[in-house]
């Protein structure tokens, strides 16, 4: 069965029709790169969200939260790098506040259709003069195609290695319909944690409760299924926007094209999520855990996500150590009930383990797998037809390097 | 107040009245360090154990639990390291039950007053003509005092640093009682996971249903309370000894000293959890995690067990990085509710956020306490009277070599 979407290597999120991005230096970041961008919608698009479930929350998810609320409508996004805006009082409401106010003023569109993210320091105070001249400035360098699409992931970046941005066609109702995507994470900020932003657009039209729930639905099995280090920041939010220029009929769970939409939403989120995996802090790999033959789907995603937080697993990938006693020590702690005599576990295409038992292998081979740059850990528990998907990196130097001595 | 116990700096699992130990070489570690040993007592002991909670539990996990069943008493326990018998099926079953068998014929004992622990490799089948040999030997290395012990403690550990025992004196009913104790932890095996052994010896009457509850109690505050990696092994094992030769009436907690046995056990067991911490996997120091102030003591564990867990802050640690970003971020996804504008985070006694809110402090005297050995983080929520201690280490460069490359 083919899929149900086309993938366009080049496209961003200004490749949905009716968007424009840009991205300048307004001065947060101490390097010349971009640190204030935008995505602005030609009309208002059905608007969805998520946001990080940690306690603490950073002043403009607070923002956002508000202007979905009013209508679930967003004609733009603005979104700073080099300072989280997180852990900064009232002063950072009012400056989260501020932010959305001018930025609305300067497009001419109404405050609640604007929604404001930040990453970068903790417990520092915006510095509002730089920020506010950047927004004076950001409307005219707005662009569409490919260079405001570069522009605008440049400026979410903190110290990400690589851009990362989807984009996938499908056909809704004889319609061309697009989808795209842009993230950041995994970078360093100071005092640091690794803050995933990700942004969707789409000319699909849909109402923003369907968006919603399939955001939520998608993001469950994606953002949601990729660890770097098992920390979730004060800052995480993802933020999708349908404006509905592709002309189709909008699209409910009813539409006949439903599942062709969601599958490619569901592409551009994985795509998005493995490349904030493999672009995790001092990583070499991706890591990719499957885990089929689990009781539910639930207990599948608890092990699978067990084992890429494990941080004798992720040392081992580093160590392209063929280590399945870690694999099964962290599916044994995972809080759900599995076989313990029934279990199958692959590296790659390598059994290493078959029916809880080892299964002698050829180490050379195994070595050159798992020296690769992704590597695949399958757990079968044959017990019934749960399966989840994981993404993960491999802990390594590096990460202890840039968590260590940044400060220093 | 003063403290109800007096400690014995250079006591071991041989100071209570009544206990033999030893230790020798058979041949499962490479080197020609002990591994394998036995503590033994003169007469039968109330006995209770504690076990991995992971679902892979190695063949003498089962065959320890079915010997405790049978009486609650142990007369002795032996031990082997460089090999967990964990992962070995069938003959893995057979192997455990034999070493249990042969060391009771030896000793004169009945089979179940025997407990059997391993450590070692996962997956390889014990060589058990060389275990045969040595337990055939180890009756005749049985000493006590200091010799005994140390024979002993060498003979549980694998890559541990450091051998880790704890001893303490308590009044019961006017007689001196002693409480000892050994461990091993965090050392590397092939193919490797931690595996945490405990001993407990003591000249106290106590009951087994008594001590069973007691040591559980005490367990989820101490040795539950230490992460080195948030990974647990499939042969982490605490098995507590009590044969009465101190002469006190039997020990229950209607008696009057109760409260004074209990605070010399918890002592004994916090040390050797606390040293196993400092003694993790490449770490450098002890990170020492306080939680007061919390809605109860369940939450204040969860939220210290967050923190202490979270690679971020381990790494912070390494780094003598004063970060507190990361600890109220851990705080925050600790899955119980906290009121987030009211937590202060010291180190040490050094302030850093009050109220939630940043606190200017000096840098420099920061970075001489955080490169200290011993390092504090305390948190406290103002909401309640909760409280909790965990303890962990640093994640370093040492870490990831020993983790990474122990199998090339």
């Avoid at 059905?46 to 956002?64: D, G, H, I, K």
């Avoid at 509002?128 to 400026?155: H, N, T, W, Y």
């Avoid at 551009?268 to 904030?276: F, G, Q, Y």
């Avoid at 067990?306 to 399945?324: E, M, Q």
Wanted: net charge negative; proline share 3%; with cysteine.
């Amino acid at each position: 069965m083919g899929k149900s979407y086309l993938i366009v290597p080049d496209g961003g999120v200004t490749t949905p029709k009716g968007f424009k991005a840009g991205g300048l230096h307004c001065g947060l970041k101490k390097t010349e790169r971009n640190d204030l961008g935008a995505i602005v919608s030609e009309v208002p698009a059905s608007a969805a969200a998520v946001y990080t479930t940690n306690l603490f929350q950073a002043a403009p998810l607070q923002v956002t939260r508000e202007s979905l609320a009013e209508e679930g409508l967003l004609t733009a996004v603005l979104v700073n790098s080099g300072n989280a805006n997180a852990c900064t009082g009232a002063q950072g409401e009012a400056d989260a506040y501020a932010m959305r106010a001018q930025i609305a003023e300067a497009l001419g569109v109404a405050k609640h259709q604007v929604a404001v993210a930040s990453t970068g320091v903790i417990g520092e105070p915006l510095k509002m003069d730089r920020v506010s001249a950047g927004i004076e400035r950001l409307p005219e360098c707005l662009k569409g195609g490919a260079a405001g699409s570069d522009d605008f992931c440049q400026a979410i970046l903190t110290t990400d290695l690589v851009k990362k941005t989807a984009c996938v066609r499908v056909v809704v109702d004889g319609q061309e319909v697009t989808i795209a995507g842009a993230a950041k994470g995994s970078g360093m900020i100071h005092p640091n944690m690794a803050t995933m932003l990700g942004f969707v657009t789409t000319d699909a039209a849909i109402g923003a409760p369907a968006l919603q729930t399939l955001l939520r639905d998608i993001t469950n099995l994606t953002f949601n299924m990729i660890t770097v280090d098992g920390d979730t920041s004060t800052n995480d939010m993802l933020v999708a926007m349908a404006n509905g220029l592709a002309g189709n009929a909008e699209l409910t769970p009813a539409h006949p094209d439903w599942a062709a939409f969601a599958e490619g939403l569901r592409y551009v989120c994985e795509e998005l999520a493995k490349a904030i995996a493999r672009d995790g802090e001092g990583a070499t790999k991706l890591i990719e855990t499957t885990v089929s033959g689990a009781a539910s789907d639930a207990d599948a995603q608890a092990i699978a996500k067990t084992i890429i937080s494990s941080s004798l697993v992720k040392s081992a990938a580093f160590g392209a150590d063929a280590n399945w006693g870690r694999i099964i020590a962290a599916a044994g702690r995972a809080g759900v009930p599995l076989n313990v005599n029934t279990v199958d576990v692959r590296l790659g295409d390598i059994l290493v383990l078959e029916q809880s038992r080892p299964v002698a292998f050829d180490e050379e081979v195994a070595l050159a797998y798992l020296k690769g740059d992704t590597v695949a850990i399958r757990v079968d528990l044959h017990m019934g037809s749960g399966q989840a998907l994981a993404w993960g990196c491999d802990l390594t130097y590096g990460y202890v390097r840039i968590n260590a001595s940044y400060r220093t």
